[in-house]
């Protein structure tokens, strides 16, 4: 089975993150892609706390229309920071048989060198990097840590790092859709329309739950 896994904080999920998981789960052509909200961040550090279990039901209604998307707690059941080095080696043991596509933005693949075990990573699963506004990659290789970067091979024609593991990194362009969650928290808090930013499902229960106004979430600022 081929999985693609898009983690994140979804506070709160937005369009663009299901136009990504479906352009990859198109482009190759994966059996599910697997939504993964983080339960604690490490890059993105919480001023204010919008609990996970909110979080999970916004992706879970948002992905609800389609049946190649699923959604998992599984960094909600672990202490500590959401590392994705520890997500994907639980899942690696929950999956023997899946090949794993993880998927990140470009932005986020330009600072991979400071993600915990990063080196680690490559050799668990194939990595879909998705542009992104203002962090366009030309050249995946150019961009690789110092440290690892004789364990690749780039294939220019295709945009390609291939790994000593054998799974590979793809370059995939042309999604520059720029939404913003925390535009979207900010268009809330003023009680104005979300609608064609989120799926209407997760607007309704924004708007019923005053995710984003009541006083209890209302400093819920990490992105």
């Given at each position: 089975?081929?999985?693609?896994?898009?983690?994140?904080?979804?506070?709160?999920?937005?369009?663009?993150?299901?136009r990504?998981?479906?352009?990859?789960?198109?482009?190759?052509?994966?059996?599910?892609?697997?939504?993964?909200?983080?339960?604690?961040?490490?890059?993105?550090?919480?001023?204010?706390?919008?609990?996970?279990?909110?979080?999970?039901?916004?992706?879970?209604?948002a992905?609800?229309?389609?049946?190649a998307?699923?959604?998992?707690?599984?960094?909600?059941?672990?202490?500590?920071?959401?590392?994705?080095?520890?997500?994907?080696?639980?899942?690696?043991?929950?999956r023997?048989?899946?090949?794993f596509?993880?998927?990140?933005?470009?932005?986020?693949?330009?600072?991979?060198?400071?993600?915990?075990?990063?080196?680690?990573?490559?050799?668990l699963?194939?990595?879909?990097?998705v542009?992104?506004?203002?962090?366009e990659?030309p050249?995946?290789?150019?961009?690789?840590?110092?440290?690892?970067?004789?364990?690749?091979?780039?294939?220019?024609?295709?945009?390609r790092?291939?790994?000593?593991?054998?799974?590979?990194?793809?370059?995939?362009?042309?999604?520059?859709?720029?939404?913003?969650?925390?535009?979207?928290?900010?268009?809330?808090?003023?009680?104005?329309?979300?609608?064609?930013?989120?799926p209407?499902?997760v607007?309704?229960?924004?708007?019923?739950?005053?995710?984003?106004?009541?006083?209890?979430?209302?400093?819920?600022?990490?992105?």
């Amino acid at each position: 089975m081929k999985t693609g896994i898009l983690g994140g904080t979804f506070n709160p999920i937005h369009l663009a993150h299901l136009r990504i998981a479906e352009e990859v789960r198109d482009t190759f052509a994966l059996d599910q892609v697997l939504f993964i909200p983080a339960a604690a961040p490490p890059h993105k550090p919480m001023t204010g706390e919008l609990p996970f279990e909110v979080r999970c039901e916004m992706v879970r209604l948002a992905t609800a229309g389609n049946p190649a998307f699923a959604v998992s707690d599984i960094e909600g059941l672990r202490a500590g920071k959401s590392y994705s080095i520890d997500t994907l080696r639980e899942l690696r043991t929950e999956r023997p048989g899946d090949e794993f596509f993880f998927v990140i933005g470009s932005d986020s693949f330009l600072d991979f060198g400071s993600w915990h075990e990063y080196d680690a990573i490559f050799a668990l699963c194939n990595i879909v990097v998705v542009e992104r506004p203002g962090a366009e990659v030309p050249d995946l290789a150019a961009v690789l840590p110092v440290a690892i970067a004789s364990r690749f091979c780039y294939h220019a024609a295709e945009k390609r790092l291939s790994h000593c593991s054998g799974y590979s990194v793809y370059y995939l362009a042309g999604i520059p859709l720029d939404i913003s969650s925390s535009a979207i928290r900010g268009l809330a808090r003023l009680g104005r329309s979300l609608r064609y930013l989120v799926p209407e499902p997760v607007e309704q229960y924004i708007t019923e739950q005053r995710i984003y106004t009541h006083d209890r979430y209302h400093d819920a600022h990490f992105p």
